[in-house]
């Protein structure tokens, strides 16, 4: 049974900090690109990072220089370091692992606001 489990959500005032986990177990972690989407209330989901197997990464355009992708296969976990924060990065934040298949965490809430 694949699981991606999400942690590291909270509450913070803008311009902080936070560190998203995404422990996976059930899959090849290493051979996985991996992810982290986000959805805010009333708006599509959207890729925030992504890290393929290799190491490369990829933002969207609004997280960059802002937001790190980090993946240690070791402990089949993702990372997403998230700094200088901005009430606009308030979502309801999602693991994504894609391979052949692709599989979602439950998510965790992201809320910035003073």
């Known amino acids: 049974q694949v699981q991606l489990v999400e942690s590291g959500g909270g509450l913070v005032q803008p311009g902080g900090s936070l560190r998203l986990s995404c422990a996976a177990s059930?899959?090849?972690?290493?051979?996985?690109?991996m992810g982290w989407y986000r959805q805010a209330p009333g708006k599509q989901r959207e890729l925030v990072a992504l890290i393929i197997s290799d190491g490369n990464t990829r933002y969207q355009d609004s997280v960059k220089g802002r937001f790190t992708i980090s993946r240690d296969n070791a402990k089949n976990t993702v990372y997403l370091q998230m700094n200088s924060l901005k009430p606009e990065d308030t979502a309801v934040y999602y693991c994504?692992?894609?391979?052949?298949?692709?599989?979602w965490g439950q998510g965790t809430q992201v809320t910035v606001s003073s």
């Open positions: 994504n692992a894609a391979h052949t298949k692709i599989y």
């Open positions: 059930g899959i090849i972690f290493s051979i996985y690109a």
